[in-house]
Structures are given as structure tokens and as C-alpha cells.
């Protein structure tokens, strides 16, 4: 007992510990309103349903818990892989996590016995049935399992593979499951780091990519690359590979062999996703067979995780890949626990889909032990077609051989797979001599009869026996996709076959696009000199961008062997200078200069290919090499456009490699007067960065002189702070109090970069003489200069600042997405203004949310969203249109609660998503905060808070740092309570089941708006003019209030249509519209237009009446019998 | 029961003429280090240190048993720092950052560790660049080196084991293992420079030293629990360790009772009943695992031997538990002892062992580590303070092991089976 002395802390300690009681619970009880009724029947009856479809509930709890990875086996078993650990084990909690085995014997289509397979696991992630047992990923390890007394459990154990990281339990191994190939591919996410020792070699993976594995000879290799979470890979009819993302934004991606995609580690180029602006997607199936109408077969399942939604795509193929259109949802519900991961055909040609079921999504954004995740529930749903007869379930296990081989030719991709694993069970020395004669008594007169030889093919592939007669039959089909998938098989057997390179010479020369795509990456796998320099012949034919990405992987990964070999001629590409071109600007190398010198040299390069060289050149060359790219822009034959940009890559060179032309450089004075802007820019920014005496003086003049542009005024301060000390007394003079405020603002910003202090004392000098202006520029310059925030803490502390200011200042700060505390203290401290509260008590944020419950109008918030002053734009997209600062919002509403919204935006770097965390870092005493975008060997990539890409050399890299979000802190201070209240009610419905959720009709959400142009007023067909970027709604519909009269008073807008196959499709246009050009051309004034369009970008331009309260809309649909692939352009 | 007794006897000869050969090789190259010889004292701490081969040894814990009851009692811990793929320069620690982050990573961990004995086993996954690779691995090797000296701890350098042929379709592994000699001879240079103790694993697991009757790889490279089983005293031998011997004979008419690696006590004769007190002076080695053949090398060899009995069967009970049964001849010839409250304790160790290590896994390599410590530790950072809560919990379990080490004695019990 304690005795009296102790009793007041004791008391003390008392009183906290009730607080915590009390607020323990609050926190936790915290929206607990959204916690739904578990029953699975109240579920079911909230899905609304395509036409046509019912659901039917296959398997609830008790029966299985959480859900992660189902798969089939051929006995029509449901194999689950199942975590009530998930996300974190606790320090003394046992692993118990399982495998089941879910059953529907009597095939009811509802379950109605589980097995646990097997206990003791660790987060497992993924589970396929295959070689007597079943391969299941555990954390660092692939497991295989296997029952060998028929109990039904597992009893033994066999570590397949180990190493695999776990830096992020929602990122490790997954989606295991069989290729055509008899293979057996898993993913793994962008956090994970794997090290894995196979008896071939260590292979390790150090990001996100699909792995391909063969256990029979335990080789291991990295299939694809790239994706952020890729939860979803299928295998189409014809072998391709199609994935979708869990954490990206790009919808379905075309997976080929060697591509690399968004977001992986180092990357310097990514192959594109099919739908940019979707959702994040988890899981991915193929609908196949005859329970599924005609017009089904070959659709994609996927499911939009956070807004409850399992979605339907339909690809199309387009020259060597494919575009995808969104169809309309095949489930979509209110229910906020539904969680829809996993989507797979099962043995009675029906659509199962796994549901998490968790009103708690998140990972890293949710606290591992936050009270609302859920551990035990989980659901499998089946989709059936109202109707239509199911299909029988094949007897595919102990079936005769000539059966096996039969079942090839089903319509079903369960049938045909499963039959294929069961032949490879059997062995070669049992299947080899059937299956020969399978394929010989194939009817060729049969439609399928490719098909079929190719599932032949795939099956010897399987049993791992080489059978080069029907390759070389397949390769010689007249189907392109048959001849495209045999050139993988061609690939895989490149070694073990005596004419594969000459295979592959012919296929780089195929007619299909997307055969040649498959003969490039077959050639990188040959591995050899002479393999690249005929990967390089695809480039004789038309190249789209797939192709285009499969030939400059080729060109990179295999760089140490080609490169050295070209340089002592043993390869010459032929001579042919397209060839060289192309690979020289792939390789990113200093040793291509000499080669390029070389082209340029030889007079033979095309005029159209002469700039990209020269820019290249100027990107690797040295001095000798930057003089002659000077000197051709210095000669003045060239566009002046071209010249500028040639100067700007010469000085780029000495900015970033500190590489400068050789010889005399005063040629460059005279142009810091020359009358094409671009090309006076780039004279003014190398004059100062070679020092140039001779443009010392003119660089003054046009600093100082009354009629100067902004723009060109800023180079020259910031040239002549090039200069270092002689230009002092001009800067210090500039940034007095003699200078008009534009003028003194762009010559604070630039003494910066000579003496941080005596800038942070102008600085405060103009915040105290002009309190109404805006010090952005010069506050974020000094704050650029290591030592640049105290310099202006301790000039501010000194001095009374005016209160408005004060908060111009702060805003200042803000706006640079850094965390300067003591800065902003002592900002407001001077200014006597308050610093506005950011962190919400569990009681306020009670409050709040009531508030946003019961007084926030979506509308409203829409409206502050879409504020110019609010910003939000300027970052965020939603749906594919806005800023790429921040992450997409397009269902942010369905995936965080709202206590994370309000918390994101008062406080932006508590939670931050993966891929948004922003780096702080120093190279030559610069300053730089953005989110990584890449990172390679040499340079860092940064998108800053102002959306441009800034290059960092890793070379002059002195510091980094992880610095939180990059969305500035106070964006919300300005905003009314109310204001607040309906932003936070608009965020949150973005995504659910409404008015806020983006449909899947094609409506153009980007505009541009004309500002002004050249020659006064709007002239279609001319290309001088000015835009600005506008968005519609996420009803799609752009306000006519957005649009802006231009300098000339015009309301012009424009959007722009991408075509990836030529055709006719129809244009629905809405609003206040006037007159319309396409292409600058101009169009009938129609509210439905027929197009018939090209493949590339085309722009779409409009006059629009000034009707305030009016809108405009675009809509795409499609024209009966076209096969066009078109859609709107999003981005910034 | 009967018959499995009988089986263990007849293997006896082999192994013991192939042990013969594997005690000499190894006592010769200690000789040739001048190494000391290998001991593990009391407050010990052992770091594992390489790839797969150490990491994976932590889930089956035979190695790691097999150093704890062979010095019973000692407060000795062990830190298993294995990592797949693994090489001297630290490469599959880096996580996000560059190959130097590994290396940094692994220096952090050992020092942080203040370990006093380090097992040091890289080079296999080297080996894979073949000759041209071996002046690059001995140079991380020596970089490696310095660092490891800065911890002041006995350096036991462990050779990659061969790789083993499976047949096709796996790899021929006959160039590999020429590389992996490459690599074996230098690390072996490397410590006989330095004065350190081999444990050459390249010579005790070659498969046609360990005559194990079935592969002991599934892949060739990495051993199945099967082959840490079998390992594990090879193991032992390489560090130039005496065998576990264990052989009781018993004269009952002049009641004699001789013994070695046993104290036998309050021994009491009767015609029906010979019974006494053993306390081993070592655990055996655990059992042989599931996935053991039925044909395989025992790895200890206990015998009980009775002279003289009279005629008829004769059932071994340790303390109340039939262990093995013979007739009198049989019991003359000598009689295997395979099971029994020692091995069940050898057991019991093994698994305290297994579930430390996976403990101490939590501990140091955490799931999650991004959110935890790493660039997102802003969100769950909180949920660090859990990494630390799986230490008394390593502790704990950890003077469970001390205990486990420790025979304690049991009472033997020949009985006579009732005619029928």
C-alpha cells in the first residue's frame, strides 16, 4: 500500500488511467455504426446485379474464415487459404492460420463441409492443389503439403522455396497459380524483397513482379515485372497473361515475358496499364464455358475491393496488345463489409467469388490492432446465369488417358487446365505415346484444330518433353495466335532445339504485331550479341507501344552484351541506322556517344531522327561532344524552337553532370536578346551557368530593365546569381525596396542562391514593406538553400511582421510541402497570428463526424473540391483526371472511413498511401521534397508538390530524408466548419453505390480551357494558343461556370480522344455549345456525332455560350459493327 | 519393436567403421589450423552467420540440440542470422536500399549482439560465378572479417556443404561442386591463416560419407529435416567433438554393472528383476524425424548388454516405459536403446529449441518491418513496441532449454516376461 506521501500521484495516476478507460473505448466504439449485421442473407440482399445473374452464398463462417486465395482442384474441391492473423502476429500469439477445403459434393452449389487441410501457418497468402498435395505460400516460405494416408490433412511438410520477404504482410507471395505451360506462377508486391536460393543459382527479386517456377527442376525466373500489389493474373485462351493491381490505377494489364510496369523499382520506362484512371483491383478471372452466354466467354472478373463492386472488362486486341473496356458490374453493394478479392470459374462452369468480408480494408493505414478488423468472418459467393444449364462437372480425376486428351477440347478453361495437370501427373512415358496419337488424328478442317494442337503443345511443354515437328507447325499457323503463343514455347525450349535462332529470325519478321513482340523477348532470351541485333529487325515493321516496350527492355537488359560487342564489331546492326538509333537511346550509356558521333557523322541519319540524337548526345557526351551539339544550335540552320532546346540539353549537361562545351562560349550572349522566347531562355540559363563575361552586362540590362517579361526577368536574376559574388551589389539593389514587387520577389529568390542570409533579410524586408503581396517564390527559393529555414527564422524573430503578412508567409511555407515548425512559429509569432489546431480530441472528432453524418452535403463539398483556391485538382485526380501529386480519389470514399479522411486532411503525414510518401533531399546544397517516381543507378526522380519531374544526380546527393506526405499542412485552414464538414461528406462517397461512384460510361473528365492566344483571337487549325486544365464532375459534366473567357473573350474547350484502333464510334455532346472543330477541322453542330477517326490523340474543340448555371458533356458509344478502341485523355 | 532393435544392431558395424573415417578427417584438419579445440562455455552467446543452409536449421534445431546438451547446464544462447541467399557481402539483408545497406545491416545485428562465438558459413551461393568469382568473395570475406573481429568472438569458419546429385531433370551438380571445392580450399586457407576452427561441411555431408540410405536434399542444396537429423552429429564430429557414447554391461551373477557416458546407481538383483538408476552424462540426439527412411544410420549408439540371464524374454522399462524387449542371447549380444524418457527429452529440447528460434525470428526479422521501423513507420509505428515483447519470451524459453539440456536419472528395469 502506498503510504500517504505517495497519495497524490497515486491519485493522479488514477485519474489518468480512467481517462484512458474512457477514452480507450470512444476511440474504439468510434463509428462502430458501421459495423454491419454479419448475416450473410442481409448481405446477399444488397447486391445489385448485372442483368440476367443471380448469386447464391456457396460457403459462409463457421464454415471458413477470411478468405485470401481460392483455387479449384480437379475434383471440384475449393481450396482456401484462410488468415485470422492478418496483418500482425502479437509477441506469444500461436500461428494458427489454415488451409480448408471447402466441398460441395452433391453439387447443390452450396457447400456443405470443410477440412482443415492444414493449421499452424503464418499468414498464408495463397494456396493452389497440385503433385498429390498443394503449394501454399507461408510468409518467407512456399510450402508444399501434402496428405499421404488419405486423412484429408496434411502430414507432410516440404519447405519448396524460401526467402521470400515479408516487409509487408498484404504484399508477400500470392496468386499462386498454374500456366498452360504446366508452370507454376505467384506474384509478389512492390515492398518485397526476395533472396532465393534454388540448385540453378541465387534469383532474387527486389520489387514487385511474377515469378515462374517449374518444381519438377526447381527453376526459377522472374516472368514479369512492375505492379504495385498485382493480386490478379490470368492466362486467356491463347496463353496470354493479364493482371490486375491492388494498388495501382491502370485497371487490366497486358502481361508479357521481361515487361516492366508501373511502379517497379528502378524502372526507367513502364508498359502501360489498359484503363488508366480505374480503381484498384484485386483478383482476376476469365469467364470460359458454356454455362456463360457467347458474349461473356473471354470477359475479365475482377473486383474493386474498396467500393464493394466485382467488375467486368472486355479486351479487344489491338495491333501487338490489347485494349479493355469496362462492362457493367457484375455485383455492386452498399455493404460495407463485403470485400470482394478473389474471382474463379468453378467445376459447374459457375463464378465463385471470395469475399474478405471487413468493414476494415486497410493496412498500413489502419493500426494493426485497431478494434474494427474483422478475424472471422469470410464468404464465397456463386454467380450463376438465371436459365442457362450448368455445366456438368467433368470426372477429370482417375479418367482414361484418351479422355484426359479429350477434355482439351472443351469450351471450359477449368476442364482444359485441370485435364492438363492431371496428364502431366501421369508422366511422359504414359501420356507420350497417347498424345501422339491425339494430335495426329486431329481433324484439321476442325475451327479448332490450332487450338487444339496448340493445348497438344502445351501439354508436351507440361511433361516437359520437346517436340519440335508440331512446334514448327504451330509457328506456321495461319492464326496469329497460335503462331504468337508457339514462339514462347519456341523460346523455352531455345536451347534444348538446333534451329531456334533461325525460328526466331523468322518470327521478328512475322505479319502479326504481337508474334514479333514474342520473337523480340524469345531473342533476349537467347542472350547473344547477334539475338539482339535481329530483335532489332521488329523495328523494320510498324512498332505500337507493347512492341515498342518488349524491344527496349531487350535493348536494356541485355546492354553488356551487345554494347561491347558493337564496339569491337562483332555486331553492326547491319548498318541500318534505325536499328542504331534505337538501341544507342535505349542504352542511356556514356560508351553509345562514339557510336553516335559516328551516325551523325556519316550523313546517313534522317533528318527526322537528327534531334533525338543530338539531345542524346548532349545527355552522355563529353566536352568535345557538347561543343558540336552547341555549335549546330549556335549555326542557326535549325528551327529556333530546335536550337532551344538543344541548348537547354547542353547546359542540362553542365547543370547536372557539370560537363561544359569545350572552346570559346560567347556565342551564347548573343542570343539572350533573340527574339524567340524559348531560345532566349535557354541563352540566358547557360550564359550564367558558364559564367560568360561577355553576357555579364546584357544579362544586367535585361534584369533591371522596365519592359522585361516575368518570365525572362526571373532567368536573368537567377543567371546572374550564377555569377556568384560580382553579381551581389545587382541582387541586393534588385531586392530593395526601389524595385517593383515582381521584380524585387524573382531577386530575392535569386540571391538565394548566392547568400541564403542575406536573402532571408530581404525577405522578411518585403514581407514587412509589402504585406498584401505573395512571397511564395522567394520564401521556397531560400527555403531551397541547405540552412535556408533558420536563415528566415532568425531574420523573422528580429523583426513585427504585419498579421496579413504573416500568414502569407506561413502559407509560403505550407506550400512547400516541408515541415518547418520553428519556421512557422516564428512567422506567426511576429505576425501575433495563431496557429490553427490540427490534432482533433477522440471527442471533437466525434463531433465532427455527427456532423458529417448529418448536416454534410456531397454537392456542396464538390463544390470546395473543385475550388481553385482549395487546390485539391491541382494534385488529385479522380478517375484518370488531375493531378498525379496525390493518389487518385476515385473511390476513396469506400475504402477510409471517415474519421481518415478528416484526419488526412488536418494532419497529412499521419497516413500516407504506399507510393506517396515524399523524400526530403540535398544535392549541391539544394533542397528538393517530391515522391519518388524512380531511381536508377545514377539519378533520383521526384515529382515535387508543383507536379514537375525534377532530376536528382545521385552523384551530388548529399542528404535524403523520408518526409512524410507532400500535401501541405493548413490546405483545410481556410475553410469553414461547414465547408469542412461537406468536403469531408463529398470524399466520403466517392466510390459507393451513388451519384459519387464513376460509372462505366466513357465521358470526357479533362478539359482544357483557352487562356489566349498569339494572334488575339481562337484560330482552330493554328497551334500558338494557351490552355488551362478544367475537370468535369465526377458526374462527368464540366460546369460552363470552369470556363473562362480568353484574353480575347472567347469560351473555348477542348478534350482529347485517344484511338487505339481506327474506326467509327459515336460522339454525344451536351451544353451550351457553338461551334466544334476536330482536329481543327471544323463539325456539323450536332448532339450526336458519328467519327470516324485514326489511330493517335485527336482534339476535339469547342465554343461554349456563357450560360452560368449551364454544363457541358462529351460521351463516347459505340457504333453498331465498328471495332474502334477510343477514349477520352486524362492526365493533368 | 523387436524387429526395429535388431535392425539398429546389425547397422551398428557400418556406422561405426563410417564415423571412424569422418572422426580422423576431422581431427586432422583441426590439427592442421592449430585451432583450439571447440568448446561452448558458460555465458556463451553463439551467432549462426550465412545463407539457407543456417537459416532453415532453425526450424528443425538438431545442430543447435546437439552444441546445447553437449554442454548440460551452461547458460549458452543462440542467435540464428541465417538468411536465404545470403553472401559475405550481406546481400539479401539490404531491404530497400543498396547491396552496402545489407552489409550494414549484418554488421549492426552481430555487434549489437556482442556474440562470443561465431559459425560462419558462406561461399555456396558465391560459388555460383565459379573461379572468376572467388577473388571477389574472399575479398567481402575479409571485409567481413574485420568486422567479426571487432567482436572479440572465437570465428568458426563453416565450408558449403557439396551439392547432391538427385538425377535429372535437377542440375548435374558435377561442375558445381568443383566450383564449391574452389571455394571450400580458400575458406579453408582463410582460417588456417588466422588460426580459426573448420568445420568442414563440405567433407562431413558429402553424401557418400553420411551413407544415408536416401537422399538427405530434396533440391540438391538444402537438407531436408531428415538431413539436419543426420547431420547434426556429423556436425559435431567436425568440430573434432567426441562421440555420445553410451554402453552399460550388466553381470548379474557377480553384480557388476559397467558403464560408460552413464553414472549407474542403487543397482538391486533378482532372479525376476535387475534394476537400477542411470543419469547420462549427455542427452542423446532427438529421435529420427518423420520424413527419415526405414532404412537409415543410427546417430547414437546406446547398448545395454546383460550377461548370463536365464532363459526366456526380458522387457526394459525406464522408469515404467517398455523401451525394448530381447531374450537372454539377445540381451547378451547387446541391445540398442532408440527410445525412452532421454530421447523424449532430447525431444522436448529440440522443440523449446525450434520455438525460441521462431521466437527470436519475430524479434529480429518482423513481419511488416516497413510499417514498423522503415519509411512508413509514421503509421504503425506505435505497434514497435511490440518487437521487444517477444524478449522475455525468448528468455523464458530460453531457461527452459538450460533445464532440458541437463539429464536428469532414471530408473532401468529388466524384467523376465511371464512364460506362457
Redesign the interface.
Given at each position: 500500500m502506498p503510504n500517504f506521501r505517495y497519495g497524490y500521484a497515486h491519485v493522479c495516476l488514477l485519474a489518468f488511467g480512467i481517462l484512458l478507460l474512457v477514452a480507450a473505448p470512444a476511440q474504439a466504439q468510434r463509428e462502430l455504426k458501421v459495423i454491419p449485421d454479419p448475416d450473410p442473407e442481409l448481405e446477399r440482399q444488397t447486391f445489385q446485379l448485372a442483368e440476367g445473374l443471380e448469386v447464391n452464398l456457396y460457403a459462409a463462417d463457421p464454415l471458413l474464415a477470411k478468405p485470401i486465395q481460392i483455387n479449384f482442384d480437379a475434383q471440384g474441391r475449393l481450396w482456401v487459404a484462410s488468415s485470422e492473423v492478418y ?6 500469439q500461436p500461428a494458427t492460420d489454415k488451409i480448408l477445403v471447402v466441398e460441395d459434393a452433391d453439387g447443390d452449389g452450396v457447400a456443405e463441409k470443410t477440412t482443415v487441410f492444414a493449421d499452424g501457418l503464418l499468414?498464408p497468402t495463397g494456396v493452389v492443389p497440385g503433385d498429390g498435395g498443394a503449394y501454399v505460400a507461408n510468409?518467407?516460405e512456399m510450402l508444399h503439403l501434402a496428405d499421404t494416408n488419405g486423412d484429408g490433412k496434411a502430414?507432410?511438410r516440404?519447405?519448396v522455396l524460401?526467402?521470400f520477404g515479408?516487409?509487408?504482410?498484404h504484399h508477400?507471395i500470392h496468386t499462386f497459380r498454374w500456366g498452360p505451360d504446366g508452370m507454376l506462377y505467384f506474384n509478389q508486391s512492390i515492398?518485397i ?12 527479386l527486389?520489387s514487385a513482379g511474377i515469378w515462374q517456377f517449374r518444381p519438377?527442376?526447381?527453376q526459377l525466373e522472374v516472368f514479369a515485372r512492375g505492379l504495385c500489389n498485382p493480386w490478379g493474373h490470368i492466362f486467356d485462351h491463347w496463353g496470354q497473361s493479364f493482371a490486375t493491381d491492388g494498388a495501382g490505377g491502370e485497371g487490366i494489364n497486358y502481361v508479357f515475358p521481361g515487361v516492366v510496369m508501373f511502379t517497379y523499382a528502378g524502372a526507367k520506362r513502364v508498359s502501360p496499364g489498359l484503363n488508366p484512371g480505374s480503381p484498384k483491383h484485386c483478383g482476376l478471372e476469365v469467364i470460359s464455358g458454356g454455362h456463360f452466354p457467347d458474349d461473356w466467354q473471354g470477359s475479365l472478373v475482377t473486383n474493386d475491393f474498396r467500393a464493394h463492386r466485382v467488375c467486368r472488362f472486355s479486351l479487344t486486341e489491338v495491333g501487338s496488345g490489347y485494349s479493355s473496356k469496362e462492362e457493367t458490374e457484375i455485383i455492386k453493394s452498399t455493404h460495407a463489409a463485403f470485400r470482394p478479392i478473389d474471382a474463379k470459374m468453378g467445376p459447374d462452369g459457375a463464378l465463385y467469388i471470395a469475399d474478405w468480408y471487413n468493414p476494415i480494408i486497410q493496412?498500413?493505414?489502419v493500426?494493426?490492432?485497431d478494434d474494427r478488423r474483422d478475424h472471422t468472418h469470410g464468404r464465397i459467393w456463386r454467380v450463376t446465369f438465371k436459365g442457362r444449364p450448368l455445366v456438368k462437372r467433368p470426372q477429370i480425376v482417375g479418367a482414361e488417358i484418351p479422355a484426359l486428351l479429350e477434355m482439351l477440347r472443351a469450351p471450359e478453361e477449368f476442364t482444359r487446365s485441370h485435364a492438363k495437370l492431371e496428364l502431366k501427373a501421369r508422366g511422359p512415358s504414359e501420356v507420350q505415346p497417347a498424345l501422339a496419337n491425339w494430335v495426329a488424328g486431329l481433324d484439321a478442317e476442325d475451327p479448332q484444330f490450332d487450338h487444339l494442337r496448340l493445348e497438344a503443345l502445351w501439354t508436351y511443354q507440361s511433361l516437359?518433353l520437346v517436340e519440335a515437328p508440331l512446334l514448327d507447325k504451330l509457328l506456321a499457323s495461319p492464326d496469329h495466335h497460335v503462331r504468337a503463343a508457339a514462339a514462347r514455347v519456341l523460346s523455352a525450349w531455345n536451347r534444348r532445339l538446333p534451329k531456334s535462332l533461325a525460328a526466331m529470325t523468322t518470327m521478328v519478321a512475322d505479319p502479326h504485331p504481337q508474334v514479333r513482340l514474342e520473337a523480340v523477348r524469345a531473342l533476349a532470351g537467347v542472350g547473344t550479341p547477334e539475338a539482339v541485333e535481329i530483335a532489332m529487325r521488329a523495328l523494320d515493321q510498324p512498332v505500337d507501344r507493347f512492341l515498342d516496350h518488349a524491344l527496349w527492355v531487350t535493348a536494356t537488359d541485355l546492354q553488356p552484351i551487345w554494347l561491347s560487342a558493337l564496339e569491337s564489331g562483332q555486331i553492326d546492326f547491319d548498318g541500318n541506322v534505325k536499328h542504331l538509333t534505337y538501341i544507342l537511346q535505349a542504352a542511356g550509356s556514356p560508351r553509345v556517344v562514339a557510336p553516335l558521333m559516328a551516325l551523325l557523322e556519316s550523313g546517313q541519319l534522317p533528318a527526322e531522327r537528327r534531334e533525338s540524337v543530338l539531345l542524346l548526345v548532349a545527355a552522355l557526351g563529353g566536352p568535345a561532344e557538347l561543343r558540336l551539339v552547341l555549335d549546330l544550335a549556335l549555326a542557326g540552320n535549325a528551327p529556333a524552337d530546335q536550337r532551344a532546346a538543344l541548348i537547354a540539353a547542353v547546359a542540362s549537361a553542365t547543370r547536372m553532370r557539370k560537363v561544359q562545351p569545350e572552346g570559346n562560349l560567347d556565342a551564347i550572349a548573343s542570343l539572350t536578346g533573340d527574339s524567340n522566347g524559348a531560345l532566349r531562355l535557354a541563352a540566358i540559363e547557360a550564359a550564367g551557368l558558364w559564367k560568360l563575361t561577355a553576357a555579364n552586362k546584357s544579362l544586367t540590362e535585361i534584369a533591371t530593365a522596365e519592359g522585361t517579361p516575368a518570365e525572362v526577368r526571373r532567368a536573368a536574376l537567377d543567371a546572374l546569381a550564377g555569377y556568384g559574388d560580382q553579381s551581389r551589389d545587382v541582387l541586393t539593389g534588385l531586392s530593395g525596396s526601389s524595385t517593383p514587387v515582381s521584380t524585387r520577389t524573382a531577386a530575392v529568390a535569386a540571391l538565394a542562391k548566392l547568400d541564403v542570409k542575406a536573402a532571408a533579410a530581404q525577405c522578411v524586408q518585403l514581407l514587412k514593406d509589402q504585406p498584401q503581396s505573395d512571397p511564395a517564390a522567394a520564401v521556397a527559393a531560400i527555403l531551397d538553400r541547405n540552412g535556408g529555414a533558420a536563415a528566415i527564422t532568425e531574420a523573422v524573430s528580429k523583426q513585427t511582421l504585419p498579421s496579413d503578412a504573416a500568414k502569407l508567409a506561413v502559407r509560403a511555407v505550407r506550400s512547400t510541402a516541408r515541415e518547418e515548425p520553428e519556421l512557422v512559429a516564428a512567422i506567426s509569432k511576429s505576425g501575433g497570428v495563431a496557429t490553427p489546431k490540427r490534432k482533433l480530441s477522440p471527442e471533437e472528432l466525434n463531433q465532427l463526424l455527427a456532423e458529417i453524418e448529418a448536416g454534410g452535403d456531397p454537392a456542396r463539398g464538390e463544390a470546395i473540391f473543385r475550388r481553385e483556391a482549395q487546390n485539391c485538382l491541382k494534385c488529385h485526380a479522380i478517375a484518370g483526371a488531375g493531378g498525379r501529386v496525390g493518389p487518385d480519389l476515385v473511390s476513396i470514399g469506400a475504402s477510409a472511413q471517415r474519421d481518415y479522411l478528416v484526419e488526412s486532411i488536418l494532419d497529412p503525414?499521419?497516413?500516407?498511401k504506399?507510393n506517396y510518401?515524399a523524400l526530403t533531399v540535398v544535392a549541391d546544397g539544394i533542397i528538393t521534397s517530391g515522391v519518388k517516381i524512380r531511381e536508377t543507378d545514377t539519378e533520383l526522380v521526384l515529382r515535387d508538390v508543383e507536379d514537375r519531374e525534377v532530376v536528382v544526380p545521385l552523384d551530388a546527393l548529399e542528404a535524403r530524408k523520408?518526409a512524410?506526405s507532400i500535401m501541405p499542412v493548413g490546405l483545410a485552414d481556410e475553410l469553414t466548419r461547414q465547408e469542412l464538414v461537406d468536403l469531408v461528406r463529398f470524399l466520403s462517397e466517392l466510390g459507393k453505390v451513388g451519384p459519387y461512384a464513376v460509372g462505366q460510361t466513357p465521358v470526357a473528365r479533362r478539359w482544357e480551357v483557352l487562356t489566349g492566344a498569339a494572334n488575339g483571337s481562337y484560330d482552330p487549325s493554328a497551334d500558338d494558343a494557351k490552355w488551362t486544365s478544367v475537370y468535369s464532375t465526377v458526374g462527368g459534366n464540366l460546369p460552363v461556370a470552369a470556363v473562362a473567357a480568353s484574353t480575347s473573350g472567347e469560351r473555348v474547350v477542348r478534350c482529347q480522344l485517344d484511338v487505339a484502333k481506327a474506326g467509327q464510334v459515336e460522339l454525344r455532346l451536351a451544353g451550351p455549345i457553338e461551334r466544334i472543330w476536330l482536329d481543327g477541322k471544323p463539325l456539323e453542330r450536332a448532339d450526336v456525332l458519328t467519327l470516324d477517326l485514326s489511330p493517335g490523340v485527336h482534339t476535339l474543340a469547342m465554343t461554349v455560350r456563357d450560360e452560368p448555371n449551364a454544363h457541358l458533356r462529351a460521351e463516347l458509344a459505340e457504333v453498331a459493327g465498328s471495332t474502334a478502341q477510343v477514349q477520352f485523355l486524362g492526365g493533368k | 519393436m523387436n524387429s526395429t532393435i535388431i535392425r539398429l544392431i546389425q547397422n551398428c558395424a557400418v556406422i561405426a567403421a563410417v564415423v571412424g573415417v569422418a572422426t580422423g578427417a576431422a581431427a586432422q584438419s583441426a590439427t592442421a589450423n592449430e585451432a583450439p579445440a571447440f568448446e561452448l562455455k558458460d555465458g556463451d552467446r553463439v551467432v549462426l552467420l550465412g545463407s539457407t543452409f543456417v537459416e532453415r536449421s532453425q526450424q528443425h534445431g538438431h545442430f543447435e540440440a546437439a552444441l546445447a546438451s553437449r554442454y548440460p547446464g551452461r547458460h549458452v544462447q543462440f542467435r540464428n542470422l541465417g538468411w536465404s541467399g545470403d553472401n559475405v557481402f550481406g546481400e539479401s539483408r539490404a531491404g530497400f536500399g543498396p547491396v552496402e545497406e545489407g552489409f550494414k545491416h549484418l554488421k549492426d545485428h552481430v555487434l549489437s549482439l556482442k556474440p562470443t562465438v561465431i559459425l560462419l558459413g558462406y561461399g555456396g551461393n558465391e560459388a555460383f560465378a565459379g573461379k572468376a568469382g572467388l577473388e571477389n568473395f574472399l575479398t567481402g570475406l575479409e571485409t567481413l572479417l574485420k568486422v567479426l573481429n571487432e567482436t572479440g568472438a572465437r570465428i568458426v569458419f563453416m565450408t558449403p556443404p557439396p551439392q547432391e546429385d538427385l538425377g535429372r531433370p535437377l542440375p548435374d551438380p558435377k561442375q558445381h561442386n568443383q566450383d564449391l571445392k574452389l571455394y571450400r580450399d580458400a575458406i579453408i586457407k582463410v582460417a588456417g591463416q588466422r588460426g580459426n576452427q573448420v568445420l568442414d561441411l563440405y567433407e562431413v555431408l558429402d553424401p557418400k560419407r553420411l551413407a544415408a540410405g536416401a537422399p538427405v536434399t530434396d533440391n540438391g542444396i538444402h537438407l531436408t529435416e531428415f538431413g539436419y537429423w543426420l547431420a547434426a552429429p556429423h556436425m559435431e564430429r567436425g568440430l573434432g567433438l567426441a562421440d555420445r557414447e553410451w554402453q552399460i554391461a550388466i553381470e548379474p551373477k557377480q553384480g557388476n554393472i559397467s558403464a560408460r557416458g552413464t553414472q549407474v546407481s542403487q543397482a538391486r538383483f533378482s532372479p525376476e528383476t535387475i534394476q537400477f538408476v542411470a543419469l547420462d552424462a549427455l542427452l542423446p540426439h532427438p529421435p529420427a524425424p518423420d520424413d527419415a527412411p526405414q532404412e537409415r544410420p543410427a546417430v547414437d549408439r546406446r547398448t545395454l548388454r546383460v550377461f548370463d540371464l536365464a532363459p526366456g524374454g526380458y522387457v526394459l522399462k525406464i522408469d515404467g516405459q517398455q523401451v525394448a524387449s530381447a531374450d537372454a542371447s539377445g540381451w547378451a549380444r547387446g541391445v540398442e536403446i532408440a527410445a525412452g524418457p532421454e530421447f523424449q527429452q532430447a525431444e522436448k529440447l529440440r522443440r523449446e529449441i525450434v520455438a525460441k528460434n521462431e521466437l527470436y525470428f519475430h524479434r529480429w526479422r518482423p513481419q511488416n518491418i516497413t510499417y514498423l521501423t522503415g519509411f512508413r513507420k509514421h503509421e504503425q509505428g506505435n505497434n514497435a513496441v511490440e518487437i521487444p515483447q517477444f524478449d522475455p519470451l525468448v528468455e523464458a524459453r530460453e531457461n527452459e532449454i538450460r533445464t532440458l539440456s541437463q539429464p536428469v536419472p532414471h530408473t532401468y528395469q529388466l524384467v523376465r516376461e511371464a512364460s506362457e
Open positions: 496483418p500482425h502476429i502479437k509477441p506469444g499468414i510468409s518467407t502430414d507432410r516440404r519447405v524460401s526467402g515479408t516487409e509487408d504482410t508477400i515492398y524483397h526476395s533472396h532465393i536460393e534454388t540448385p540453378w543459382g541465387v534469383r532474387r527486389n519438377e527442376t526447381m493496412h498500413g493505414e493500426d494493426f490492432r516437359d503525414s499521419a497516413k500516407i504506399e510518401h523520408e512524410g | -
